[in-house]
């Protein structure tokens, strides 16, 4: 008989289970995969940059996944609303686990629940069009913005914010956010980070891209930015750490820039509160200096007139109903992947909200050789008796055949050289299919 797995939720970590499961070795296997949204490919879709279109192409490969014999998209299905953890677990021989870290860590700072702090994921939600965060409408009325934390996702958010209509072209920003961004009177992003920038989380081709955009300049202190990245590094960490040094120099030979718009760069700064009345009106910063590799406060504070803080500090997951999870590490603890008998887990959920696309694929793998290790053939019904659930509960399936649909629909509205244009709600991907 057949082994029949259900993987919860369609991003990286989702996809590359299937591919590892659906190419390997042993008895037949039947591959459902559900996801909460109409759409599938996660964070492909809903987190990496609207203008960096080349990195989602990963998702073609996901799409020839999704169109094998053995494998079944179902979207528009939550686990825990539409089915529970419990009942897949009993008609599914393997449930896995890929429902990646959706949640905003908090700064824990006071003044953080004022109007104009958005964390980042419920941001970028907003300006990728991810349904969740549609009602955000942040107000951008503002000249600054602060964004907290010096990664890539920072970056994005920086990038995205500054770059002209025409640099934005070529990318997918959905009508509502393209519309709001372009109006705002933003001229400058900090770009805020606790340690210095050697410790800076951000990748060398992200952080050169912002001293190439058209009416925005870097600005970064040189008194901020030491001549070597010193030691303790290990060869190939020393070698990309030497790298963003240098674009760092680089950009602060320019001054403060002759451009319209700037991102400044600010190291050594922690936020301790956000000012303002019922709306952010600035944040307010303790120095830092790094003591054994951590940021302590050094007692000097200063303060930086923004209308927005985007908090750009990390992801958290949370716990999926009926399985177990660990609330300090924010993951389901597993065992090289084994949650518990016939429950695996792989991707953000996983090892925790860290890594790039390709991180995923490993977890893939790994829970793909355990299945096949733990379970050889299988035993239970699969497929039949969830779809048999779904339709008794009157739930709407998007299958992979709908999003085609749906994907069609957008890449033919879009205004080239646009790639697509994003349908954001449920409603207009059914009236799409209802057309
Ligand atoms: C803002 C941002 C930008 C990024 N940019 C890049 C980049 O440019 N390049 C790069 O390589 N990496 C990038 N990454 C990292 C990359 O996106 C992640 O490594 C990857 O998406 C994690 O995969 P995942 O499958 O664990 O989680 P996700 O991609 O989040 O997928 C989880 C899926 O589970 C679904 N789901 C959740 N709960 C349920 C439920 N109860 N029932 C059914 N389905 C559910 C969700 O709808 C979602 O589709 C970025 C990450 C972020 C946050």
Redesign the pocket.
């Known amino acids: 008989m057949s082994l029949n797995v259900a993987i919860?939720?369609?991003?990286?970590?989702?996809?590359y289970t299937a591919e590892a499961l659906s190419k390997g070795e042993g008895a037949d296997v039947r591959i459902d995969i559900?996801?909460?949204?109409a759409t599938?490919?996660?964070?492909?879709r809903?987190?990496?940059?609207p203008d960096?279109q080349t990195?989602k192409r990963v998702a073609e490969a996901f799409g020839r996944t999704a169109l094998r014999d053995e494998v079944r998209y179902f979207g528009n299905?939550?686990?825990?609303?539409d089915v529970s953890l419990d009942e897949l677990r009993e008609v599914y021989d393997a449930v896995v686990l890929?429902?990646?870290?959706?949640f905003d860590h908090l700064m824990k700072v006071p003044g953080e629940d004022k109007l104009g702090v958005y964390g980042?994921?419920a941001f970028?939600g907003w300006y990728n069009g991810h349904p969740d965060f549609l009602s955000l409408d942040p107000d951008l009325n503002t000249k600054a913005v602060a964004v907290i934390g010096v990664g890539?996702?920072a970056i994005?958010v920086a990038r995205v914010l500054v770059k002209t209509p025409e640099e934005m072209a070529t990318s997918d920003l959905p009508d509502h956010a393209a519309q709001a961004i372009q109006a705002a009177p933003i001229t400058d992003v900090y770009m805020i980070g606790r340690r210095g920038p050697v410790e800076a989380k951000f990748t060398n081709v992200e952080l050169r891209e912002m001293g190439k955009l058209e009416i925005c300049d870097p600005v970064v202190d040189p008194a901020q930015l030491p001549d070597t990245v010193g030691e303790g590094l290990d060869d190939r960490d020393a070698r990309l750490k030497a790298r963003n040094l240098a674009t760092l120099h680089e950009f602060a030979e320019r001054g403060q820039g002759e451009k319209a718009k700037r991102v400044h760069f600010v190291f050594y700064a922690s936020p301790v509160e956000v000012l303002g009345g019922e709306h952010v009106e600035g944040l307010r910063l303790e120095r830092t200096r790094i003591e054994g590799g951590r940021a302590v406060g050094t007692g000097e504070f200063f303060e930086i007139d923004c209308g927005l803080v985007v908090p750009s500090i990390g992801?958290r997951s949370v716990p999926?109903p009926g399985a177990p999870f660990d609330e300090r590490a924010c993951v389901v603890p597993n065992d090289d992947g084994r949650v518990a008998d016939g429950l695996y887990a792989?991707?953000?959920?996983?090892r925790g909200?860290t890594?790039?696309?390709?991180?995923?694929r490993p977890d893939g793998v790994t829970a793909a050789d355990h299945i096949r290790a733990d379970l050889g053939a299988g035993s239970k019904p699969g497929r039949e008796t969830l779809e048999t659930l779904l339709n008794e509960r009157q739930v709407r399936v998007i299958s992979y055949a709908d999003w085609q649909k749906i994907d069609a629909a957008e890449v033919a509205a879009a205004t080239p050289p646009a790639p697509r244009r994003k349908l954001v709600t449920l409603d207009d991907m059914l009236a799409v299919l209802d057309s």
């Open positions: 919860v939720g369609s991003g990286p970590a989702g996809f559900i996801d909460r949204l599938p490919f996660g964070l492909i809903a987190g990496v940059a960096h990195t299905v939550k686990v825990g609303r890929a429902v990646g870290a959706p980042s994921a970028v890539n996702v994005d992801y999926v792989v991707g953000w959920i996983k909200p890594g790039i696309i390709a991180s995923n």
